[in-house]
């Protein structure tokens, strides 16, 4: 298997991995009354930070957004190491362990914290990234 293969097929797991996360978190609804109750208060009740009001919810929402434009920016990354990895690889160098090591801290708070489809997700992304690495080193 091939540096460039590898890096390419990461690109692939970001760009789905940045559509199910964006449509996932936007279109969650809560099953129970309690979860509609917190999701209801998340929207509901401000608080000041400085001179502005802020909502759990628009934190949510911007957090969210921000990690599916990281995991775009992430496929592009992947895509561009592809291209290197092709074309001269020396120039990978350490932003492959580096992204590689990025997406095995992703992995781990993806086990602690998420879906079984994050952790699938992650696993397949560093496992590209980190035999990609080694195989351009």
Known sequence: MKATFLYRLAAVV?????AGHTMGFLRFKPATSEGLAVREGMRTVPFPVGSKSYTYDGFYTGF????????VFSAFLAWHLSTL??????????????????QVVCLVLSARYFFPPVVAFSTVAAACLGWAAWLVG
């Open 85 to 102: 990895a092709a074309t001269n690889p020396r120039a990978v160098g350490g932003l492959g362990w580096g992204f590689f090591g990025l």
């Open 64 to 71: 969210g957004l921000l990690i599916s434009a990281q995991l």
């Open 14 to 18: 970001f760009v789905l991995f940045a």
